[in-house]
């Protein structure tokens, strides 16, 4: 069945740190996002990214499509990158919704 | 520009009662998803609205019923509350003209609790 997993499912960095996180996808995709969710739940957007590369500040992400992954770098983490970040993608011609994985919690401790 | 809005932000109900939560969209856009985040789960999608009429829907009993309205935004009705209802319950807004039509905001969330 359609698929959306994540790794690792928990992350312990120290402040400074660099991280990979990685989504792997069972089929073609619409639409892969990154999410972080903070701790009173509120989903930020971190990237919209079916395919290629893209950076914001410390943050950057890949996809390759024809392989079916995606991968979101995190450098120098700070305390406040703490949190879950869920990989969502859109799977196919005439889906809506968006498939979550199941989630890295990353903490970043000083 | 406002973003995506949701009301109340807690709700406490008692099994067997009905609830009602609302949905605004982020300006621009004309689509609207809710979702469904159990504890320690990834959200899950209930059914997504656009143009006042339910496009697509998840694997979710009829009990969990929407709207939307002509100015875009949304209501959500679960009838018959389970215990197993206790959820954060996430709104997303997409569409328009702007950026990408696929991309989803997601709005801060109602924390149902059913007792």
């Known amino acids: 069945g359609i698929q959306v997993e994540q790794s690792p499912p928990d992350l312990i960095l120290q402040e400074g740190a660099n991280s990979t996180l990685r989504c792997n996808f069972s089929?073609?995709?619409?639409?892969l996002q990154w999410f972080h969710q903070n701790p009173w739940g509120q989903l930020i957007n971190l990237f919209y990214?079916?395919?290629g590369t893209k950076q914001n500040g410390r943050l950057s992400a890949t996809t390759v499509a024809t392989e079916r992954y995606s991968l979101l770098y995190i450098s120098s983490s700070q305390t406040t990158d703490s949190g879950v970040y869920f990989c969502?993608?859109?799977f196919g011609a005439g889906s809506y919704q968006l498939t979550f994985g199941k989630g890295t919690k990353l903490s970043v401790i000083p | 520009d406002a973003g995506v809005t949701q009301s109340p932000t807690h709700l406490i109900k008692t099994r067997g009662q009905q609830v009602t939560l609302r949905c605004s969209p982020k300006?621009?856009?004309?689509?609207v998803s809710w979702y469904q985040q159990a504890l320690g789960q990834g959200p899950q999608f209930i059914f997504q609205?656009?143009?006042?009429?339910?496009?697509q829907r998840g694997n979710f009993p009829d009990r969990f019923s929407g709207h939307q309205f002509p100015n875009y935004s949304s209501e959500l009705n679960v009838n018959a509350l389970l215990l197993g209802d206790s959820a954060l319950y996430l709104c997303?807004?997409?569409?328009?003209?702007?950026?990408?039509?696929?991309?989803?905001?997601f709005g801060p969330g109602t924390r149902l609790t059913v007792t």
């Open positions: 997303a807004s997409s569409g328009g003209h702007r950026g990408s039509p696929y991309e989803q905001y």
């Open positions: 089929d073609s995709v619409n639409n």
């Open positions: 990214i079916p395919s």
């Open positions: 969502a993608v859109e």
């Open positions: 300006s621009g856009h004309d689509t």
């Open positions: 609205y656009y143009e006042e009429e339910e496009r």
